[in-house]
């Protein structure tokens, strides 16, 4: 798992149940249940880094979309709207994309 000795299997998999419907998931609740919330600048930067697939620096709309599938393989994909509503929340510059700044300033808010 890409999150082992980052984040506690059960408070991923709480995390994960907490929004396992379509247009369930929070940003907020997600980041409080599975722990990174309360992780280290340090750890928040690898989540990142895990989360970018394609390494471009940047999480663009694509990577967000799969993004509970990097904390558990055969998790639900994002719906539509609630992709663009966790990028545009992390979005503060406009760019389309959140960069590492962007997304430790929203795990942490």
Excluded: W
């Amino acid at each position: 798992m890409a999150f082992a000795g980052v984040l506690k299997d059960d408070a991923i998999a709480a995390a994960l149940a907490g929004c396992k419907d379509a247009g369930t998931f929070d940003h907020k609740k997600f980041f409080k249940a599975c722990g990174m919330h309360d992780k280290s600048s340090e750890d928040v930067k690898k989540a990142f880094y895990i989360i970018d697939q394609d390494k471009s620096g940047f999480i663009e709309e694509d990577e967000l979309k799969l993004f509970l599938q990097n904390f558990k393989a055969g998790a639900r994909e994002l719906t539509p709207a609630e992709t663009k509503a966790f990028l545009k929340v992390g979005d503060t510059d406009g760019d389309g994309m959140l960069g590492v700044d962007e997304f430790a300033l929203m795990v942490k808010a």
